[in-house]
């Protein structure tokens, strides 16, 4: 699916290369641009919006929040795609046992499916925030496709819990023209995230645990999975095996951990 929004960034690029050329003589008719400058101004548009759509911190299409303040040793974990059985039970269950709270962005059509669940998490004291309803790729797309994904799942959160989510992450974290602006008119504030830690690929335990000590810095949102899209059953025991570990490593390094609000709110981030 990368490839396919890569090549749909690409064709809007040369468009957008052509008409700034187009432009440009329009504004200056006396101007020649060389045979050289419209590639060099494809290549430059083409990495600008790359950046702009896959990049987790790129504020292209709006300011996302992908870090806390970098002024005391806090850590937030986040845990993307679920609920999934019997993986989200156990994630709450490892953080239950090590007084941990935090943010798990959800997906609707896995709410219809795992309903009950989302009764633990918000027992447990964690955060919940909205991921879509079907994980569906979002850059490309307008602004009230973008709003039935966040409303769909925010009336079952609603529904399920009696509250309103207020943080959204979209699927991949993947960006365009309309989402960050849609999201904020529907009440949320969008999060990213500080380093993944690819967990999806199942890369094995411990390389999950190698690659989150790595990504634990001062005010870092770390991404987990504790689904995969939409799968049914997808395997997410490498991540049940890691979790305990990396808690207990980012303890030892003097980390506490925080939902993602409160690392805003500590962060003093207004959005
Ligand atoms: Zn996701």
Partial sequence: MKIKTGLAVSVFSLSFT?????????????????TGSAPIIFLI??????????????????????????GWPVLALTFDDGPTEPYTSAVV??????????????????????PEVIKKIAEG???????????????????????SEIQRTEELIIALTGRKPDLFRAPHGWKGPFLVRTAKRCGYRVISWTRGVRDTDRPGSHKIIERSLKSMKIGAILLFHDGRGLEIKPDCSQLLKALPVIIDKARRLGFKFMTVSELMAASEVNQ
């Fill in 45 to 70: 548009v083409q990495t600008t919006l790359l950046w702009g759509v896959f990049g987790p911190k790129s504020p292209l299409f709006g300011r996302v929040f992908w870090r806390g303040s970098k």
């Fill in 125 to 147: 004291g964690h955060e919940i925030g909205n991921h879509g309803y079907s994980h569906q790729v979002l850059p490309l797309r307008f602004p009230a496709i973008i709003r």
């Fill in 93 to 114: 269950e490892i953080l239950k046992q090590y007084d941990v709270r935090a943010t798990f962005f959800l997906l609707g059509r896995k709410l219809e499916l795992y």
């Fill in 18 to 34: 052509f008409s700034i050329i187009l432009f440009l003589k329009m504004v200056f008719p006396g101007l020649k641009p060389g």
